[in-house]
């Protein structure tokens, strides 16, 4: 496990460039998730959205977690979010319509407002360590080493949810 | 390996693009190499995929021709070889007819979005030592992860045609896809396992240094790879989105002209992809033992390529079709459990051979052979005990008779 | 837990590769199996039963070519049985010899169409077609050698056949009944072992017998349900009762049986086909019958093994040169009869590949 380079700022035009490019690809598709009408399309907003945080993990030297997220994410998530989109038998509504708009922007600024002060109070430390250039091997030895016990709670988990789906659509 | 880093080496591409980085390096700003690498290698890959599309267009229809008995396209020019380019211009020619109610920016989408993930696999795979466009850490793992980003622009296809029938054959194919898509990690990891490294050129370079190809020391993930590869494009035993006897069209059904053009383009992309990524991964890469050195490792690549191709090809012209819930139960009952036996076999090897120290001339034959016989009493165990060799599964001949009037239902031929 | 669910129709044809024609189906669906199926013939109704109550006997001939279009020569041959019968004519050695050698030929072609195209509804996609055409091409090489076409052949006539072979005939029949069992045995180890098909085709469209008897279904339909009968041996004509074969009989009454009825029926008309081509006696091959054809007062109904099945022709005479009634009993109208109990159940897929079995012709199913 190596550390690369000893400065982290992000100083260069690339960087900066790749940086907010993809900060307004991701932010941008996830405000039209919310602001389209058709649900299909919010759902395929999504999905730029999940690419667009990839992109930010690769900004930040996480390659393994990167493409993680385009196959867990972008891959299998995504068509989950349809398949359940139109099994549903109202997938044609506006994605607008709902009668709890008061209690909804009431949450909505709630949260805003929490998220907002959070970000304003801390105080943010820079990193002073570099990004790994091995982040895979990093990660399985944390998975298997440290973290194991979390894993195989996690793919217990995994086996229930199966185990359920297929009790569920069972014909008996 | 001998490989002279003058931009002149033919035998390595990569030089001649590494000096002009070099020299523009040199005398422009500092991100304009990146910028230039990128667009060269795309550029390049493009145009090595359209290329090859027309070249093994014409292949294609001339070999299964010649599988049905027939002659192929032999008018447009000599011996039909510009039948691709006919094609081409038949595509880009047709009216593109774009239904009332479909969804018009989904709908025009979709085919540009399916031919991208076809393309961007082509980043990580390496023609040659210095001609890998993006040498990730984490190559194995991006060549599944775009794969798996495949079903969405299927899926938009199907829903923006408006076609109830367009949506079920989609619904169906993300089906397929994403069944597939296990076993094909699963064969993967077998190679992961033997090389400790996802880097395709570090891949390749460990086939190398060892001397032997992974396809002998994992023959059953090979398989496996193939017939997930197979599905993952669509090829027949598996086109069941284009098939004419099922009568749900298809995803692409309300698309023509050039819409149609890139679907076809898409598949055929993919087709090349899944051949390179076997050739790179098991069958050694640009690397033949020591051939490099005076051939161009890049012809040796794509001899490689060309050469599993032709295996689609031959498929195609030979084995019938899969109903749908036959194939994925194929995927589930049977390329799953498989793919996960490989995998603890391939992981019980290499600890024997990393915790004894031994050396590999020694043990590698040995894990081949070993190997194949797992492949073969695996697949021979696991058909039986699904139930394959039960009389309602083996052919049979008709009964001969000479009389007449009786009825001979229900009893065993 | 149930899902809530509707029935869905599904509309097949009638313009669709898979169809043998223009065959319009109708599914209801209930998710992928079918509860409903209704089938809607007549696109391809010429009226031609009618047509012949206004034409001569021997101007009717060229029509029933175009019933089959598929098999012409068994068709010709069928009428041409009614028509004897009716008159009491009795046809030559040579003819009769000629008539079995033509309709095997012709049985054979046409399990070469039937079987590449039930290969192709599993999904073959031409292959075995292309191969079998090959053997098809010869066979249609040998009929225009013998009468000038190829497939609405107009060559059995009433009193024997049109024209007598012509001398390159003998040596190209017997060599390419000599070269066929091998080609046969290919077709045998590349589709009947072929996994595949077999499991796309096994326990798939099961007729029982009693279904297929209460249908009066006929041919390899019957046979693949497993009921022996065959009409060139329960009421033989035309030198058949010469002829030493045997029938092919399947035991499960599903599409694969059926596969198999009639790749077997390929090798036992090799070997009718060597039989009668080295009896073939000398001799006139027709009597002469004249032009203005009036038979007596009557009815007669005649029948004959098809490729398809069971083919008969129902004529009534009343003493004036134009048929009374004109009736063709055809076999893939009939075998088309019980095809709704036989999809019940199944996939849609599925039932496209038992509808390629049951092996239709539409010029048949709507005359």
């Known amino acids: ?150 894993f195989e709670i996690a793919s217990v988990i995994l086996l229930a949810a199966m185990v359920g789906a297929i009790v569920l659509v069972r014909e008996d | 390996m001998i490989f002279l880093a003058e931009w002149w080496d033919v035998r390595d591409l990569g030089n001649a693009v590494g000096a002009l980085l070099e020299w523009l390096g040199d005398h422009g700003p500092d991100w304009l190499p990146y910028i230039v690498s990128a667009v060269v290698g795309s550029i390049t890959i493009v145009v090595f995929l359209l290329t090859s599309l027309l070249v093994f267009a014409w292949v294609e229809r001339r070999l299964i021709g010649r599988i049905q008995a027939r002659m192929g396209p032999n008018r447009v020019g000599p011996w039909g070889a510009f039948q691709s380019v006919a094609d081409a211009i038949k595509f880009v020619t047709k009216e593109a007819i774009t239904s009332a109610n479909a969804d018009r920016w989904v709908f025009w989408l979709a085919p540009i979005l399916v031919v991208v993930p076809a393309l961007v696999v082509f980043a990580v795979i390496p023609f040659n030592e210095g001609m890998i466009l993006a040498d990730l850490n984490v190559g194995v793992l991006f060549l599944v992860a775009v794969g798996s980003v495949t079903a969405i622009p299927i899926f938009m296809a199907g829903w923006s045609s408006n076609n109830k029938f367009s949506l079920m054959g989609a619904m169906r194919e993300v089906a397929m896809l994403i069944s597939y898509e296990i076993p094909l990690v699963l064969a993967l990891l077998g190679v992961v396992i033997f090389t400790n490294t996802m880097r395709m050129n570090g891949i390749v370079g460990w086939q190398d240094e060892h001397n032997t ?92 390529l060309y050469g599993l191709f032709w295996f689609f090809i031959w498929m195609r012209g030979t084995l019938p079709r899969l109903r749908i819930d036959q194939l994925m139960a194929f995927a589930w009952k049977v390329l799953l459990p498989l793919g996960l036996i490989n995998i603890f076999f391939a992981g019980l090897e290499v600890l024997l051979w990393q915790e004894n120290d031994l050396p590999a001339e020694a043990v590698l034959p040995g894990f081949a052979i070993a190997n194949l016989v797992l492949a073969v009493v695996l697949i021979a165990a696991w058909a039986q005990l699904l139930g394959r060799g039960r009389p309602q599964y083996r052919p049979t001949r008709a009964r001969l008779v000479k009389e007449l009037g009786a009825v001979i239902y229900g009893e065993e031929a | 837990m149930t899902m809530k669910s509707e029935p869905f129709v599904v509309n097949v044809g009638p313009q669709h590769p898979s169809t043998h024609g223009v065959f319009r189906l109708r599914f209801t669906l209930d998710g992928e199996r079918i509860v409903d199926a209704e089938m809607i013939m007549g696109y391809l109704h010429r009226s031609m039963e009618k047509l012949a109550e206004g034409r001569t006997y021997i101007q009717n001939i060229p029509f029933t070519d175009r019933l089959d279009y598929l098999s012409a020569m068994s068709n010709n041959l069928a009428y041409c049985m009614a028509v004897e019968k009716l008159m009491g004519i009795e046809v030559p050695e040579r003819g009769q010899f000629l008539r079995v050698i033509m309709a095997e030929f012709q049985r054979i072609a046409n399990h070469a169409m039937a079987i590449g195209s039930f290969a192709m509804e599993c999904g073959v996609w031409f292959t075995p077609m292309m191969w079998m055409f090959r053997d098809r091409e010869k066979i249609l090489d040998l009929f225009e050698m ?136 000398e001799g006139p091959a027709s009597v002469e019958v004249p032009l203005a054809l009036r038979p007596p007062v009557g009815e007669a109904y005649a029948r004959i093994e098809a490729p398809k099945g069971e083919l008969g022709f129902y004529l009534v005479s009343d003493g004036s040169p134009h048929p009374q009634r004109f009736h063709i009993r055809s076999p893939s109208f009939i075998n088309l009869t019980p095809l709704r109990d036989m999809v019940l159940g199944l996939t849609i897929p599925d039932a496209i590949v038992t509808l390629g079995s049951i092996d239709i012709v539409l010029g048949e199913v709507d005359r």
């Open chain 1, 1 to 150: 496990m190596e550390v690369v380079g000893s400065s982290v700022a992000f100083e260069d035009v690339g960087s900066i460039v790749a940086f907010w490019s993809l900060a307004v690809v991701t932010v941008g598709a996830a405000l039209m998730v919310v602001a389209v009408r058709n649900l299909i399309h919010a759902v395929l907003f999504l999905i730029l959205s999940f690419i667009g945080v990839a992109g930010l993990y690769i900004t930040l030297s996480a390659d393994f977690v990167a493409i993680t997220q385009i196959l867990i994410y972008a891959g299998a998530i995504s068509v989950l979010i349809l398949f359940a989109v139109l099994l549903t038998p109202r997938a044609a509504r506006d994605n607008a319509e709902t009668f709890l708009q008061v209690p909804g922007l009431v949450l909505a600024a709630l949260v805003g407002v929490t998220i907002g002060a959070i970000v304003l109070v801390t105080d943010w430390n820079e990193a002073t360590r570099g990004p790994f250039s091995e982040t895979a091997v990093a990660i399985g030895e944390a998975l298997l080493d440290k973290y194991v016990l979390p």
């Open chain 3, 146 to 281: 013998t009468c000038g076409a190829r497939l609405t052949t107009n060559y059995v006539r009433i009193g024997g056949v049109s024209f007598d072979i012509p001398p390159e005939f003998m040596p190209a029949a017997t060599a390419l009944v000599k070269e066929l069992p091998e080609r046969i045995a290919e077709y045998e180890s590349l589709l009947l072992e072929n996994e595949i098909i077999v499991v796309r085709s096994r326990d798939v469209g099961v007729l029982p017998p009693e279904l297929a008897i209460a249908a009066s279904t006929s041919g390899p339909v019957l046979r693949g349900s497993g009921v022996m009968w065959d009409i060139r041996k329960a009421d033989p004509y035309a030198a058949y009762d010469r002829l030493d074969f045997d029938i092919p009989v399947g035991t499960r009454g599903d599409c694969y049986d059926r596969f198999i009825v009639r790749m077997e029926e390929l090798r036992q008309s090799v070997r009718i086909l060597e039989q009668a081509l080295a009896m073939l006696p």
């Open chain 2, 213 to 304: 190809w992974l396809v002998f020391l994992q023959p059953l993930a090979v398989l496996i790879y193939f017939i997930c590869g197979a599905v993952e494009i669509n090829r027949t035993p598996t086109d069941i989105a284009e098939a004419e006897s099922e009568i749900v069209a298809g995803y692409h059904t309300e698309y023509s002209g050039i819409k149609f053009g890139m679907f076809w383009l898409a598949e055929y992309f993919a087709g090349f992809a899944i051949a390179a990524i076997i050739a790179t991964l098991y069958l050694g890469g640009w690397t033949l033992w020591g051939l490099e050195e005076w051939v161009p490792g890049w012809m040796i690549f794509l001899v490689k």
